[in-house]
């Protein structure tokens, strides 16, 4: 699961998002994760990430992001998060732990209220 608050600041047209943490991530099979949140904004693909908190199921974040977005564009949108671990520092491999995609149309942007989203598994996902 992630907590996650999202909304759309209209006075200075962008989009804010802060991800607060993760509960209950699936751990690999040899080690507790090195979580990290990925979040795209498609479909310009404007990236941003989370520092990585250390071997942990229930990473804390409470990270804050921003993209300049006019108000009329947002609802065109689509916000994809991923939960990834670092899996080797030498061959800079990753593991996606879950994965969401929101589609900002869909989303009351109005509030920026926290609030828990079930992570899937990234092959289930389009």
């Known amino acids: 699961r992630l907590r996650l608050s999202l ?3 209209r006075e200075q047209r962008k989009l804010v998002a ?3 943490g993760c509960r209950e991530l699936r751990a ?6 090195d979580p990290y949140v990925s979040l795209l904004l ?4 404007s990236k941003r990430r989370t520092g990585v908190q250390k071997r942990t ?3 804390d974040f409470d990270e804050r992001f ?3 977005l006019p108000t009329e564009e947002a609802a065109q949108r689509r916000l994809e998060v991923t939960v990834k ?3 080797s520092f030498v061959t800079r491999e990753k593991e ?6 929101l589609d900002l149309a869909r989303v009351d942007l109005s509030e920026g209220e926290p609030r828990w989203y079930e992570l899937q598994d990234e092959r289930s996902l389009p």
């Open 7 to 9: 909304w759309h600041h």
């Open 18 to 20: 802060i991800v607060h």
């Open 28 to 33: 690999p099979p040899k080690e507790l994760p």
């Open 42 to 45: 498609l479909p310009e693909r």
């Open 57 to 59: 199921l229930n990473p």
């Open 66 to 68: 921003e993209w300049e």
């Open 85 to 87: 671990s670092t899996l």
């Open 96 to 101: 996606a732990l879950g994965k969401l995609q």
